[in-house]
T-cell receptor
């Protein structure tokens, strides 16, 4: 069974700091990858997704993620965070063919201090 | 489109009572998912449907949990009897599988508290 690991449970940054949230998955075949975001009191929303092609994926609100197949990683980055980025971030690999299930990581809570 | 609709948004009940959570997926979506989110276990998939048919219910924690999808626009998740450890936020999500992968659209969730 595939699994996903998000290294940081809670990250605290000041505004304008750079962000990198780690995500590693254990699945050897073709995999598609998603990052979802959950703002306080709201439901999950798609931030970005990788299917194929350019391993550097651009998402909404200035976020990007890089797929490194050799490292089974799909880290989320943002050069300069804002207070409004305070949220919980979930990495989710999806194996594609076969089981149509997303496996969500435990999530990383990001707190941005003004 | 209004997005995925869930009701109620909050539910407080006593141990032993029956709880029914409701979900209306986005029109035209043929997959529907039920998730449970807790601090301890994160976001867990409970069950999902394709064209109203349950495909995988291996995430349903026990027989006290059941889910139905009588038609393409409505699904329920029932807990009977409820227990305090069922307290969580329950999310419904839907998607349209036009290619091999697609995005899941989540509802606002139902926050369940079992006393």
């Amino acid at each position: 069974a595939q699994s996903v690991s998000q290294h940081n449970h809670h990250v605290i940054l000041s505004e304008a700091a750079s962000l990198e949230l780690g995500c590693n998955y254990s699945y050897g075949g073709t995999v598609n990858l998603f990052w979802y975001v959950q703002y306080p009191g709201q439901h999950l929303q798609l931030l970005l997704k990788y299917f194929s092609g350019d391993p550097l994926v651009k998402g909404i609100k200035g976020f990007e993620a890089e797929f490194i197949k050799s490292k089974f990683s799909f880290n989320l980055r943002k050069p300069s965070v804002q207070w409004s980025d305070t949220a919980e971030y979930f990495c989710a690999p999806y194996p594609g063919a076969g089981s149509y299930q997303l496996t969500f990581g435990k999530g990383t809570k990001l707190s941005v201090i003004p | 489109d209004a997005g995925v609709i869930q009701s109620p948004r909050h539910e407080v009940t006593e141990m032993g009572q029956e709880v029914t959570l409701r979900c209306k997926p986005i029109s035209g979506h043929d997959y529907l998912f039920w998730y449970r989110q807790t601090m301890m276990r994160g976001l867990e998939l409970l069950i999902y449907f394709n064209n109203n048919v349950p495909i995988d219910d291996s995430g349903m924690p026990e027989d006290r949990f059941s889910a139905k999808m009588p038609n393409a626009s409505f699904s329920t998740l029932k807990i009977q009897p409820s227990e305090p450890r069922d307290s969580a936020v329950y999310f419904c999500a839907s998607s349209f599988r036009r290619v091999s992968t697609d995005t899941q659209y989540f509802g606002p969730g139902t926050r369940l508290t079992v006393l």
